[in-house]
């Protein structure tokens, strides 16, 4: 069972940048995919960043490329969320979740969330 810890949310002002990370625990820990996601208020839960774990591939949503960037920690079993530039739009709680195997079509582990709000 992999368990996934968030951290890093906070209150910023618009223009401002905050990091996030997600810390995984679980034996033998070996994600096929890490992901971010975020939900708005009143809104569906949305794809943000992923990174393959074994080479490092990254891919990103149109909404925050250039802004954000994913990386990872082998070492730590953490994956990292730096986002720069931020507006209003990306206030929203943020989601850590793994991806076990490349079979699946969906994330099957999935962190607490981290609440992030960006200040006009």
């Known amino acids: 069972q992999v368990q996934l810890v968030e951290s890093g949310g906070g209150l910023v002002q618009a223009g401002g940048s905050l990091r996030l990370s997600c810390a995984a625990s679980?034996?033998?820990?070996?994600?096929?995919?890490m992901g971010w996601f975020r939900q708005a208020p009143g809104q569906e839960r949305e794809f943000v960043s992923a990174i393959r774990w074994s080479d490092n591939s990254t891919n990103y949503a149109d909404s925050v490329k250039g802004r954000f960037t994913i990386s990872r920690d082998k070492a730590r079993n953490t994956v990292y969320l730096q986002m720069n530039s931020l507006s209003a739009e990306d206030t929203a709680v943020y989601y850590c979740a793994a991806k076990s195997s490349v079979f699946l079509t969906a994330y099957d582990s999935w962190g607490q969330g981290t609440q992030v709000t960006v200040s006009a």
């Open positions: 679980g034996r033998s820990f070996r994600p096929y995919k």
